[in-house]
C-alpha cells in the first residue's frame, strides 16, 4: 500500500516563525502536491512538484516556498508565518504519467495554528 | 482553469437508506479523469470511486456507484444502504488527462465537499 506520511498532525507556531512542513512518500511516485483544506473552500493547491526540484505554485502560493531535494520528500515552507496561515495541510502524491488514470494518495494531515 | 462545484454544503440520510451527493465541473477538455474522496473524521482522504471520461459505463464500487452525464458535466455519487461509518466530507475531483509538454501528470482539482450525517 502507498503510504504518505506527514511530520505532524498537529503543530502551534508563533507569528512570524519559519515553519517546516515535511511529507515523505514510499512509493516512487513522481507527482507529489501541497494542499490548504478549509471549510467551504475545500482543498486549494498550493505547490505542484512533478519531480525532483521540480515545481509549479498552484493557486494560492503566496506566503510559502517548496523544496523537493529528494523524490520521496516534499517540504512546505511558511517563510513567516502568519495568523491567515492557520489551516489544514494536506500533502499527496500520485504518478506522475499522463496516460495513467491514478488517484492521488493522502497523508493524515497537518493541523496548523499560527498564534 | 477548471472548476468543481459541489452544491450540497450538507446532507443527512437514514442508515440503510440511499442518497446522492452532486458534483458538477467546468472545463472545455474531453480527456479528463473524475473522482470521489472521502474524508472522515480521522481526516484520512480515501479514494471512494473513479471514472474516466473516455467510458461511458458509470463505474461502481460496492455500495457505491456514480451518475457520469459527460454533456451536462455532471458526476453525481450514489451511496446505497448507508452505514454510520459512511459519515463523512465527501470530495469531488477533477484531473485532467491532457498531455503536458513533459509528459508529467496534471494536478487535481477539488470541490468545497459535502458533509455526509448518517442518522441510526
Known amino acids: 500500500d502507498v503510504k504518505v506520511t506527514q511530520s505532524s498532525r498537529y503543530l502551534v507556531k508563533r507569528t512570524g516563525e519559519k515553519v517546516f512542513l515535511e511529507c515523505v512518500q514510499d512509493?516512487?511516485?513522481?507527482?507529489m502536491f501541497w494542499y490548504r483544506q478549509d471549510p467551504g473552500l475545500g482543498l486549494r493547491l498550493i505547490y505542484f512538484?512533478?519531480?525532483?526540484?521540480?515545481?509549479e505554485k498552484g493557486d494560492i502560493p503566496e506566503g510559502y516556498s517548496v523544496s523537493r531535494e529528494k523524490k520521496e520528500r516534499f517540504s512546505l515552507i511558511l517563510e513567516s508565518a502568519s495568523t491567515n496561515q492557520t489551516s489544514m495541510y494536506l500533502c499527496?502524491?500520485?504518478?506522475?504519467?499522463?496516460?495513467?488514470?491514478?488517484?492521488?494518495?493522502f497523508g493524515q494531515g497537518t493541523r496548523l495554528t499560527v498564534v | 482553469a477548471q472548476t468543481v462545484t459541489q452544491s450540497q454544503p450538507e446532507m443527512s440520510v437514514q442508515e440503510a437508506e440511499t442518497v446522492t451527493l452532486s458534483c458538477t465541473y467546468d472545463?472545455?477538455?474531453?480527456?479528463?479523469?473524475l473522482f470521489w474522496y472521502k474524508q472522515p473524521p480521522s481526516r484520512q482522504m480515501i479514494l471512494v470511486i473513479r471514472q474516466e471520461a473516455y467510458k461511458q459505463q458509470n463505474a461502481t464500487e460496492n455500495r457505491f456507484s456514480v451518475n457520469f452525464q459527460k454533456a451536462a458535466k455532471s458526476f453525481s455519487l450514489k451511496i446505497s444502504d448507508s452505514q454510520l461509518g459512511d459519515a463523512a466530507m465527501y470530495f469531488c475531483?477533477?484531473?485532467?488527462?491532457?498531455?503536458?509538454?513533459?509528459?508529467?501528470?496534471?494536478?487535481?482539482?477539488f470541490g468545497p465537499g459535502t458533509r455526509l450525517s448518517v442518522l441510526p
Open positions: 475531483a477533477y484531473r485532467s488527462a491532457r498531455r503536458r509538454r513533459d509528459n508529467y501528470g496534471q494536478n487535481f482539482v
Open positions: 512538484s512533478y519531480d525532483v526540484k521540480m515545481k
Open positions: 512509493m516512487d511516485h513522481e507527482n
Open positions: 472545463t472545455s477538455e474531453s480527456d479528463y479523469y
Open positions: 499527496a502524491s500520485s504518478l506522475g504519467q499522463y496516460l495513467l488514470n491514478t488517484e492521488a494518495f
